[in-house]
């Protein structure tokens, strides 16, 4: 719970509010952690993941949908942004 709210920049008592729900909606479960049995370890169950499946085609239809109206010119000026906001470098061709 500890290491999901400093990743999530969350405090701890907000993360168990979330993972209490999402367990109670069947989309994660707990288990005792190996390295110390005072913590948990929290995972995915199959439906969790099928809701970040679902989600995820989701979000990549409404980016597929905003980038379908730029241009071309525009399109290689969005990825050359977002490759910079993410650090990473992006091939030319020619």
């Known amino acids: ?3 999901l709210a400093k990743h999530l920049q969350l405090n701890k008592s907000s993360i168990t509010g979330l993972v209490d729900r999402a367990e ?3 989309l994660v479960e707990r288990t005792v952690s190996p ?3 005072r913590g948990f370890n929290v ?3 199959a439906a969790g993941r099928q ?3 679902v989600a995820g085609g ?3 239809r409404q980016i597929h949908d905003a ?8 399109r290689t000026e969005l990825t050359a942004l977002a490759a ?3 650090g990473i470098t992006v091939g030319t061709n020619g």
Do not use: A, P, S, Y
């Open 43 to 45: 995972r995915l169950t």
């Open 1 to 3: 719970m500890l290491q």
């Open 35 to 37: 390295n110390d049995r």
């Open 67 to 74: 980038i379908h109206t730029l241009t071309e010119t525009e």
């Open 58 to 60: 989701e979000i990549e």
């Open 24 to 26: 109670r909606r069947g």
């Open 84 to 86: 910079k906001i993410l």
């Open 51 to 53: 809701r970040v499946h």
